[in-house]
């Protein structure tokens, strides 16, 4: 159900007014925004990167195998699921993924920048409800079966204030899918200029998770083969002057293409059930107990 940020009421109309409190969110090139004050400028990322995103996503080997993914994981974890919520959806890229692998669902998708979420609004077209938000205040309770936070949790102070709300927004019974950067010996330029504040140690976010309430249903790390080249280009950036934040993006197109098929290895050992123990990102799924004590 909705729910009102200001008063806590669940009476909210099809515009999202409150019929308690007369609340309704600002509409910012048309979206409604829940805030505001964040949705040109805050500390999660550069504005402009978004712009960048969009160019450069569909030919990035990363962008492309991590997509794919997450289209398995979603449909062997969380076939039933028909409300499904994208946080940090960015440019729509990954909740293009999301209505391929789920395509009965009713798909919602969230992003704090409204620059964002006017890519997402050209990419994806009719059908997808774009909202302006905080993922640390979601305007839901008990709403969705499916919640999704792709590379987001890194960007927030309060990742553990995220999941909760994530928690209070799930049906009973629903699932969280997520994924976030990984080990800090692979922290650098990109991670500075992405304004990461942390990448996950090994099992920290299993333990967040746990502690707001989810049972994991699976765990595994991603980009593991390439977790050396990773290393050695990252250490390599530290010395660098002349930083290109698109380098590992713009690659020539035959060492993209074998990165590419490096990581479809990867996602068919993690299809047949196999866990990877480190690599460049950590994958995590969880569910909501059935009856909510």
Known sequence: MRFCLQCQSTEIDKNWRCGVCDFSPARICGFPCFAPALAAENDGMHAESHDHLDLLQDQSFWFRARNRLIEDLCRRHFPGARRILELGCGTGYVTQALRKAMPDATISASEIYTNGLSHAQRRLGPGVELLQMDAREIPFREEFDLICAFDVLEHIDEDTRVLKRIVEALSPGGGVMLSVPQHR??????????????????????????????????????????????????????????????????????LDRAFEMALDLERRLIQTGISLPFGGSRFVLARLEASRV
Request: glycine share 2%.
């Open 185 to 254: 010996f692979l922290w650098s330029q990109v991670d500075v200029y992405s304004h990461h504040k942390r990448r996950y140690l090994t099992g920290e976010l299993t333990t967040k998770c746990v502690d707001a309430g989810l049972t994991i249903v699976r765990d595994t790390s991603f980009v593991c083969s390439l977790l050396p080249l990773m290393f050695i280009q990252r250490m390599t950036e530290q010395k660098e002057t002349n930083f290109n934040p698109s380098f590992e993006h713009t690659l020539p197109r035959f």
